[in-house]
């Protein structure tokens, strides 16, 4: 955005701090006018003809469109990867504790790929990465979606899990608490 003596257009068409049109003028009268009201001339629509500009409190302004910006950067919600990596041969203990891993990403709303690495004669049997992938994913169901499904890629065999909307089943448990407790409340009152 040009302001002030930044713009170079002979004329301009000027509108006020209140979007109220004043017209078309020179750009000097423009200058002469934004500065008797302590403010400033900010050109807002550079393309059309002539270009608009606006007399404004230019400072005021970028604050409050830094605000703004801030604020659309704190709603909004980055949902990363995580990967969780095993091997075709994993013990039962390494897969508990992998399956917890995958677990807690998924709690904090990320989601997860979940690699099997193969390594020399293990390729030759890709069926035990996949019977590992769908067994996590079966211990994962209630709360996973399954994105992208069980996939060979060279030695690597990948599967990507996305968290399910929890929103609703949070309320749910909530209320459920909230009425066990007032039954509870209810109960003593009724005794004495």
Known sequence: MRINDEIRIREVRVTDANGESLGIMLTRDALRLAEE???DLVEVAP???????RIMDFGKYR????????EVRKKQKIITIKEVKLRPNIEQHDFEVKLKSAQRFIEEGNKVKVTIMFRGRELSHPELGSEILTKLAKALEEVVTVER???LEGKNMTM??????????KTKKQSTKGGDNVAQN???QSDS
């Open 63 to 70: 604050y409050e469109q830094q605000k703004r910006e801030k």
């Open 37 to 39: 009201k302590h403010l």
């Open 47 to 53: 393309k059309a003809r002539p270009p608009v500009c």
């Open 160 to 169: 990507i899990l996305s968290p399910k909307a929890q929103k609703a089943q």
């Open 186 to 188: 209810q109960n003593p």
């Open 149 to 151: 499904a069980a996939k």
